[in-house]
């Protein structure tokens, strides 16, 4: 079954904080991505990687930067929390860059104090 | 600039259809998807349309009108199950997910 694990479901963090969001993905995809999701708002794209150690900005990357040291693995950080990155972030990945159907985690949601 | 329009939150009743709507203005378009988002819990892609007309899985049927920028989702024969958040996201011309704020969709006995 082919599966994109996030690393913590709950997160609850201090402003100021800094926040690692892990995400490994079993299927060899190429391209893997991050969106933030908050109600009555479209997923947002922060940032997203279509090979290792290659990074691209998406729609709202201020805030946060990104590794893919790993072609399975793609990491959030958060260098300095803040409480409006109070979000659910979910993580996908997909098997091309001419497809829209992504797989995604389970979800982290973060909760900054 | 790109925006996806789809209603913020419909009710339907057991054993019924319903049509979730959704229209779109991007720049440029490689197809359309729909996704399936229980409450808390990850999207999970239901269909996809890059050309005009109907694609049917089972209960589930998307229709895609590429010139009038209007696709629309039909679920037959309603569960309780598919109470659910339904997305809809355009692939653009930089083959870029643009995504829609989501329909919620509330079944009732």
């Known amino acids: 079954d082919v599966k994109v694990t996030q690393s913590s479901r709950y997160l609850v963090k201090r402003t100021g904080e800094k926040v690692f969001l892990e995400c490994v993905q079993d299927?060899?995809?190429?391209?893997m991505f991050w969106y933030r999701q908050d109600p009555g708002l479209g997923l947002r794209l922060i940032y997203f990687s279509y090979d290792v150690k290659m990074k691209e900005k998406g729609d709202i990357p201020e805030g946060y930067s990104v590794s893919r040291e790993k072609k399975e693995r793609f990491s959030l950080i958060l260098e300095s929390a803040s409480t409006n990155q109070t979000s659910m972030y979910l993580c996908?990945?997909?098997?091309?860059?001419?497809?829209?159907?992504?797989?995604f985690g389970e979800g982290s949601r973060l909760t900054v104090l | 600039g790109q925006n996806i329009d789809q209603p913020t939150e419909m009710t339907a009743t057991e054993g019924a259809i319903v049509q979730i709507n959704c229209t779109y203005q991007?720049?440029?378009?490689?197809?359309l998807f729909w996704y399936q988002q229980h409450a808390g819990e990850a999207p999970t892609f239901l269909s996809y349309?890059?050309l005009d007309g109907l694609e049917e899985k089972g209960r589930f049927s998307s229709f895609l009108s590429r010139s009038k920028g209007y696709s629309y989702l039909l679920l037959k024969e309603l569960q309780m199950k598919d109470s659910a958040s339904y997305l809809c996201?355009?692939?653009?011309?930089?083959?870029?997910?643009?995504w829609g704020a989501g329909t919620k969709l509330i079944i009732k006995p």
């Open positions: 991007t720049s440029g378009f490689n197809g």
């Open positions: 349309n890059v």
């Open positions: 996908a990945s997909s098997a091309g860059t001419d497809t829209g159907e992504l797989f």
């Open positions: 299927m060899d995809h190429e391209n």
């Open positions: 996201a355009v692939l653009d011309s930089n083959y870029q997910l643009i």
